[in-house]
């Protein structure tokens, strides 16, 4: 039977630990400050920004809270980005994607400071992360990687296929595997015989975007794996990228959804905005 992974109970492992932190940094006298940016009135990144407000609440973290209405120009985003970056006060900044149409998101992320980019989506911190210098790393697949870890996953030697090829979580994830010296396939969309090759996977990490689109036949015997994928189904529910029912009598761990990659996310978001004040 197959081990669920508990991303809920690391990630109140983990924030109970940067909560000490933040404690310290208090008694220096050093405040953790995140500029939360928000535009527009998606309900899913309402939801996502909230939960991100009430993780920093839990640890001690301030957070500052700019909902500004889907009208808001680019420049007048870009102002107030240019506004935080120049703010001593503030450590770290993080606007919640998908932006408005209208407004460049490839600007914006270029914008903000690298050294306040919490979110680690700076082209700057993509290309340390690439070539092993510190900087900040993406928080989903940095909160896999913790997951692994604090599961006695070993990465080491092992086939880690990733499905998805995405900025955020794809490619980082690959990047950080092979930094923990796992062998590395990144699939996609256009990838042929993807079931044979999710087959050889000891971990098989599905950032795929459809829901239970992973099943049985994909899996070896004893892999484990890491579910990206969230999705509101018919019935009100939520599922991952992955068939939960048909794979677990095949791997050996797996996370959840919900409760396994989501609130893992948040946690290292934390970790990064205590980083930025720590350097
Ligand atoms: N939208 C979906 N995931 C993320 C994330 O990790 N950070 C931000 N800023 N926006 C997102």
Do not use: W
């Not at 940095?142 to 955020?168: F, P, Q, Y």
């Amino acid at each position: 039977m197959a081990e669920l992974i508990d991303g809920k109970k690391i990630s109140t492992d983990i924030k109970d630990e940067l909560k000490e932190e933040v404690s310290k940094l208090k008694a220096e006298g050093r405040e953790v400050t995140l500029a939360v940016i928000l535009v527009g009135d998606d309900p899913a990144s309402a939801v996502y920004v909230k939960n991100k407000k009430k993780a920093c609440e839990y640890i001690g973290i301030k957070s500052l809270s700019y909902e500004l209405p889907a009208e808001t120009t680019e420049d007048e985003l870009l102002e107030l980005i240019e506004k935080l970056n120049g703010d001593d006060t503030v450590n770290g900044i993080l606007v919640q994607l998908p932006l408005p149409r209208h407004i460049d998101e490839k600007k914006v992320i270029r914008t903000i400071s690298p050294k306040k980019d919490v979110d680690g989506f700076h082209p700057e911190n993509v290309g340390a992360l690439l070539i092993g210098e510190p900087g900040f790393v993406s928080c989903t697949p940095a909160g896999i990687i913790e997951l692994l870890k604090r599961s006695n996953v070993e990465i080491e030697g092992k086939e880690c296929v990733v499905i998805g090829r995405s900025n955020i979580v794809g490619k980082p994830m690959g990047v950080l595997l092979l930094r923990e010296n796992g062998t590395v396939t990144i699939a996609h969309s256009r990838t042929k015989n993807l079931k044979e090759i999710c087959k050889r996977a000891d971990i098989l990490v599905a950032a795929v975007g459809k829901p239970k689109m992973i099943t049985a036949e994909y899996i070896k015997e004893g892999a484990v794996v890491i579910d990206v994928g969230i999705h509101r189904m018919d019935n009100g529910k939520l599922c991952g990228d992955v068939d939960l029912d048909d794979v677990e009598s095949h791997v050996s761990k797996i996370t959840p959804v919900p409760g396994g990659v989501g609130p893992m996310t948040i946690a290292m978001l934390m970790y990064n905005c205590i980083a930025s004040v720590r350097g």
